[in-house]
């Protein structure tokens, strides 16, 4: 991996595990979670500047919660212990925890001391978060305490001349007034990291890497115009140009000419052998008289995988075979197990026919948004770059019921005006994810003198932060009233537009 630091995120299963890696990375210190099944040797051999046990969420005294060898805390590299990672800590080294008679959660005052490297350059007193039950009653010999709250004795602990940290609270959330900073602290003044991880670093030796790796054999991609198959794609151009292939099923259920602008963007702008396949007929063809929404899902994920192995079956043999992973797809927090892997869309399942020399996973290692920094430094366009989620099935599943050619036209069309409408407003910036729906219902409606009876179009924006919660978002009367003034005099076949504003839960952010 191309970093000449690295923290090691012990995993204990906690909540916060992949906030904590995306935290210490935002101080361009490049850092991996582990798992707590990771055997000493091989953290060992990891020669990492530091390593933090992350929250867990069980007590340190049960036999079946996660433990690891003491004799990590004698590598004489620094530790930091966060929740239970701090309780771990102290009960390996002998000090007591005791269980609580009630939970201390939410944002609690605490006074730090200002002599403990952790707490440079913040004030004595600050806001942090807390989660937990348990507690470290008596740290262990050679700690000193280093920061308290009303209900908890030990908020922090320290062993500077072992550069063994630990802190009950949570600085890896926001609520942490200076978590970032706390955090910092660690990684600069104890650990001695220098910060030195840049997105620039990243491309210059992937593409290094790529290459090494590659030599003068051929890469096949599978494109679907999302974020991380873009940025891959634009890595493996920058690497062997013309010696990457990506193949870009269309199955015509993309929103208005958004096949169009994916191929424009990678033929124009990145040197590959861009490869085509339009096939909205064969998949509308399978999808008629098929209303029920697992059915149709399954139906466009069947058929998608057919038409790409077909092509690669058919033009390509050898070479490598890329996708574009990236590292939360990997990694299933607190399992234990490195090996657990999420069945996800952006690990593909290949045929048993089909050979390749390897699978190159050139982003498997970066969070969403260093995804996107890096896509943005290779010159993939703002829009594509910035893209919200699109489901796999595509407009599939916004054609509620039957889909067919003219009904995800009418779709199409709908979707635009909104696009077009939230872009000139701004609005756009501020939202998650909106999109038009094509319900299937049919509604009355008069236009001029005549009576019109014509298609419904829903429309759905959300804001959220993971998509597993989202709110419906506020958007004003006046822009709500353009996009329907506009759908409905610009859109043939549609009389009326309703908004959705349902949350999640109990709706779902898509209504099949
Ligand atoms: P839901 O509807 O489950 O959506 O609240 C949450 C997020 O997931 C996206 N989504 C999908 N993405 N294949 C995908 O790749 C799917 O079948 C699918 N269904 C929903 C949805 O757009 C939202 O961002």
Redesign the pocket.
Known sequence: MPATEKIIVLDFGGQYNQLIARRVRDQHVYCEIMPYTTPLEEIARADCKGIIFTGGPNSVYLEESPHYDPAILDLGVPVLGICYGAQLMAWMLGGKIEHAPSREYGRIEMTASPDSLLFRDMPEKSVCWMSHTDYISVPPEGFNLSARTDSCPCAAMENPGRRLYAVQFHPEVTHSEYGQKILGNFLFNVCGCKGDWQMDNFIEETVKSLRAQIGDQGVVLGLSGGVDSSVAAALLSRAVGKRLTCVFVDQGLMRKDEGDFVEETFTRLFDMNFVRINCQEQFLSHLKGVTDPEQK?KII?TEFYKVFWDEIRARYSGGFFAQGTIYPDRIESGKGNAATIKTH?NQVKMPADITFSGVIEPLKDLFKDEVRRVGEKLGIPRELVWR??????GLG?RVIGEVTAERVRILQEADAVLRDEMKKSGYDEHM??F?AVLPGVKTVGVMGDARTYAELVAIRAVTTDD??T?DWARIPYDLLGRVSNRIINEVDNVNRVVYDITS?PP??????
């Open positions: 899902r994920g869309h919200q989620p699109f489901p796999g099935p599943v998650a994810q999109f998509f597993m989202a999640k709706g779902t952010v898509e209504w099949e």
